[in-house]
């Protein structure tokens, strides 16, 4: 079945870029989409990223797409405290009828 | 905000008990999602529902079932609970064939079973 891997920390400067990384198994992923989820808080679409692209940008994220090897990232540029979270890498394979596959999450701390 | 309302917002249990969770999902959408949230097992899909049928069916175990209703609100019943099912429970719901798939999730349904 899918499966999707993060690494579960990353601690960084304010100010300093973030790279979350992750990796997942479906070869027939459609979407991939990072959530980002706030003490308390539900989750909250970050952004997301079509199977047939390699890079979006948006603002201060920027999403890379390495399909071969079926590696996504995401980075943070002049990360800020209200930054801090857990961050869901998800993919959406091409027969699951829209559900998503989430990673275990990444929990990021921004230190002043 | 995103438009998916879940309730009740927090529910303590015991064992044994039976409880119920409620989802309104956003205004148009026709898919409603369940999943749990723990500490052990992270996120995990246990079923979908679109438009009153279900649609697929994840990790859910026998002892939980759910229902959409035609206003597509949507329960999921937790039964027999053990300290285990303690855990978050989000709702989500979606455009069926929108363009970019997301969905879009409620603040969740925190159970705690004792």
């Known amino acids: 079945g899918e499966d999707v891997e993060q690494s579960l920390f990353l601690s960084v400067r304010e100010g300093d870029s973030s790279v979350i990384n992750c990796t997942y198994t479906?070869?027939?992923?459609?979407?991939l989409y990072w959530y980002k989820q706030e003490p308390g808080a539900g989750l909250q679409l970050l952004t997301y990223?079509?199977?047939?692209?390699d890079m979006k940008q948006d603002q201060r994220l920027t999403v890379l797409l390495n399909k071969k090897d079926k590696h996504l990232s995401l980075r943070i540029a002049d990360t800020q405290t209200g930054d801090s979270a857990i961050y869901f890498c998800?993919?959406?394979?091409?027969?699951?009828?829209?559900?998503?596959?989430f990673g275990q999450g990444t929990i990021l701390t921004v230190h002043p | 905000d995103s438009g998916v309302t879940q309730t009740p917002k927090h529910l303590i249990t015991a064992t044994g008990q039976r409880v119920t969770l409620r989802c309104s999902p956003r205004?148009?959408?026709?898919?409603v999602y369940w999943y749990q949230q723990s500490l052990d097992q992270g996120l995990q899909f246990l079923i979908q529902?679109?438009?009153?049928?279900?649609?697929a069916k994840g990790n859910i175990l026998e002892r939980f079932s759910a229902q959409q209703f035609p206003d597509l609100h949507s329960e999921l019943n937790l039964s027999s609970l053990e300290l285990g099912d303690s855990a978050l429970y989000f709702c989500?719901?979606?455009?069926?064939?929108?363009?970019?798939?997301?969905?879009?999730f409620g603040e969740g349904s925190r159970l705690t079973v004792l």
């Open positions: 529902y679109y438009n009153g049928e279900e649609r």
């Open positions: 479906d070869s027939s992923s459609t979407y």
């Open positions: 990223i079509f199977s047939n692209m």
């Open positions: 989500a719901s979606s455009v069926e064939g929108g363009n970019t798939g997301e969905l879009f």
């Open positions: 998800a993919e959406r394979g091409g027969t699951s009828y829209g559900k998503l596959t």
């Open positions: 205004s148009g959408d026709l898919s």
